[in-house]
């Protein structure tokens, strides 16, 4: 495994007219500090825009009208990795370089096991390198697993891993994905958050897959696939849905 940990970030910008300056800071200023750290593998992000929205589900509505999705990837030692970045956080505050804390909400901060990549035999590429891989967007699908180690649970990866990802792979403008378990929350003085209910490892699945088509375009056939899955049952109920959505990538100064 390429990576150890990756972190995510569901942000919300409470001022609608901050976009610009949200953006100008996170790909001028945070991102690239960031990237410079020897225990960040990458990072990015992505757009919820308004076309993305509408075909955004959020049955869990603390996740719900999004703006933006962020993820990094880190190095072994985790543990190090982590608090080389997190050190990073607070430096960046004390040198005053936070201006979005006074516009920005965060819902979700937290730190995912990566569990497994998958490649479409078209991209050539491996799954490790799919993050680095130019893309148009994401779809991302985040689930509660009650039961993480029940029988259930293991049937439903194992369908996951040998039907439903090789299955949305097939699919064109699919190049890859990834899945990953939920390890812990991340609580820092510098991103509060009410940090929602208490969660225990393995209690979140997520699943990225990286578009090199509009990921608009490609939504209606990732959800028709899904919608069949679901009416036969195919996954079984050791999931329940809580987000589900296709999100764009961001071109400095153009998609400000």
Known sequence: MFSPLAFFSFVRLTDPARHRD???WHQLDHRPENLLLPGVIWGDRWASTPDCAELTTAPATEYDALDYIAMYWFRA????????????GEQSFQWGRRPELSYVERPFLGFFEPVKGYAAPRVLVSAEALPFRPNRGIRLTLTRVPDPHGIEAEQAFRWHDTVGMPGLLALPGVAGGWTFSFQRAQRHPVSPHDGGPDLSPGSLRLRLLFLDEDPVRIEPEIRGLEAKWAEEGASGAAEELLLSGPLRTIIPWQDW
């Open 22 to 24: 949200y953006n100008e």
């Open 77 to 88: 030692p985790a543990e190090q990795s982590v608090a080389e970045w997190t050190d990073l």
